[in-house]
């Protein structure tokens, strides 16, 4: 592995599109009206660039998120929370038994800074990576313009409770209009009524019309911290555009409507099960697999995380179950 | 054009998924359902039907009024169905939850600290349950809440009843 030590992002001049080419340690970058090809000493691979898109803009704006964020079967990311893989064919067990995978290990601000260039450039301005495919415009074509905005979004993350004092704060129609598909969802607010002196700790807020004006997909944020136990509920519509490998357990809570999840090993890519669920369902996913949901109907989610940062070791090492109960 | 209708359980209408398998246990993704474990449970039973080393999400049917209790860390409820009344008092120095002591515990007495305040919370409603308060629930009709917190002495598990197996 080649581990860059500078920040530098080595791009080149615009191609005939209109786009940057990008060079990582030995991958190579490039984008065309539709497609985005990868090429590595051992192999290549071309993706649809909306969907290459959707998949990088996740990866930056999660700072490479928990464990594995693969952008489809061949390509993604591996965080070691200050070291970033960027692999191809790692974890796809055709590529690994023709000897075509390749990891480079990156400094995390290095692959970050190549990432955010690549995402800026090729992100044109009819196109919201972060919105479903019915609430933005086409990723495709020659290079049209910039949507900065879209993709630099600040990440929501709050650090007790959303409507707290100093923390995250309720969205409104000025800022967050009420999706279309969560036009039904009451707004009403809890009764909250503090003594005088107690007004910082007496709080409550209404979690699901705070959802029903997410204005993106697929993006779970802080919504309340109790020490390492973060909640980080998520609007999900079409399909998410990552494949998540775990490098923890983590646990979904179906708040509303239905997501089907996909579930194959982490590391091979073997189907294991295809999980259902439904308001109120309530299930784990293990630390040896990865997941893609997919969402008929904009639905909430309850994505729950242990932030702990041994836990990803204890996992690697055996010390701790893939699984998180017995019984 | 579509229209779109948003569908939350509640006690009265749920309906499970499920995992389907294909080459794996089912035990392994401890998949339950809120509404079912608190269709079958007693008020105010706190029933793990999560748990991710010692935190815990614990499904609790609120009805009538819940006993007394008290935290030394921020714990978190969100109503799933129904409504529910939250009253919070500051605890006395003496009402302190021993030192380590995880998740939350009973009371077992009227507060002595002063009252914080009152919060009434509806389907999607979370409330602040703030360290170092005690805190009553009161339903005056069979609720649902979701609460974020950590194992303590008084979580119940019981996955061999609650989780698909099979």
């Known amino acids: 592995m080649t581990l860059l030590m500078d920040t530098n992002v080595i791009a080149s001049e615009p191609n005939a599109h209109g786009y940057a080419e990008f060079t990582l340690g030995e991958f190579h970058f490039r984008r065309d009206e539709y497609f985005v090809y990868v090429k590595w000493p051992t192999g290549s691979h071309v993706m649809s660039a909306d969907a290459f898109l959707r998949a990088m803009q996740r990866d930056v704006a999660w700072n490479f998120f928990y464990g594995i964020v693969n952008f489809d079967g061949v390509v993604g990311t591996v965080n070691h929370y200050g070291t970033v893989d960027l692999f191809a064919g790692r974890y796809n067990d055709a590529y690994r038994k023709a000897e075509m995978d390749h990891v480079e290990n990156f400094q995390s601000e290095n692959i970050k800074a190549t990432f955010e260039r690549m995402l800026a450039d090729w992100t044109n301005a009819s196109f919201d990576p972060f919105a479903s495919p019915e609430e933005t415009g086409s990723a495709f074509g020659d290079k049209n313009g910039s949507n900065l905005a879209a993709v630099t979004r600040r990440r929501v993350a709050s650090r007790r409770m959303v409507s707290c004092d100093d923390d995250e704060q309720l969205r409104t129609d000025a800022t967050h209009p009420i999706n279309r598909m969560f036009a039904d969802v009451a707004q009403d607010s809890p009764l909250v009524e503090p003594e005088p002196g107690f007004e910082s700790d007496v709080k409550a807020y209404n979690l699901f019309a705070y959802l029903s004006r997410s204005d993106v997909t697929w993006n779970p944020s802080v919504v309340s911290v109790c020490k390492d136990s973060l909640y980080c509920p998520t609007t999900e519509e079409y399909i998410l555009p990552i494949i998540h490998g775990n490098d923890r357990v983590e646990w979904f809570v179906q708040l509303s409507d239905e997501i089907i999840w996909a579930v194959e090993d982490r590391d091979t890519g073997a189907a294991r099960t295809r999980v259902v669920m439904k308001p109120g369902d309530v299930a784990s996913m293990p630390a040896n697999i990865r997941h893609q949901g997919y969402a008929p109907k904009r639905a909430m989610l309850l994505v729950w995380e242990n932030a702990d940062g041994a836990l990803p070791e204890l996992y690697a090492t055996g010390k701790l179950p893939s699984h998180p109960v017995d019984f | ?166």
């Open chain 2, 1 to 166: 054009m579509t229209t779109y209708v948003t569908r939350f359980g509640s006690l009265n209408q749920y309906e499970k998924g499920g995992v389907e398998i294909i080459d794996d246990d089912p035990k392994r993704y401890t998949f339950s359902n809120i509404f079912d474990v608190a269709a079958h449970s007693r008020p105010y039973e706190k029933v793990a039907v999560g748990k991710n080393r010692q935190y815990v999400l614990e499904a609790i049917r609120a009805e009538g009024d819940s006993d007394w209790r008290r935290t030394a860390h921020d714990e978190f409820a969100l109503v799933m169905d129904g409504e529910v009344e939250v009253v919070l008092h500051r605890l006395s120095p003496d009402e302190e939850p021993p030192e380590g002591t995880q998740g939350s515990i009973q009371l077992g007495h009227e507060p002595a600290g002063p009252r914080m305040g009152r919060v009434v919370a509806r389907r999607g409603h979370m409330t602040l349950l703030p360290a170092h308060a005690a805190y009553r629930f009161r339903a005056e009709k069979p609720a649902v809440v979701l609460l974020q917190t950590i194992e303590g002495a008084d979580t119940l598990y019981r996955w061999g009843e609650i989780c698909q197996t099979h």
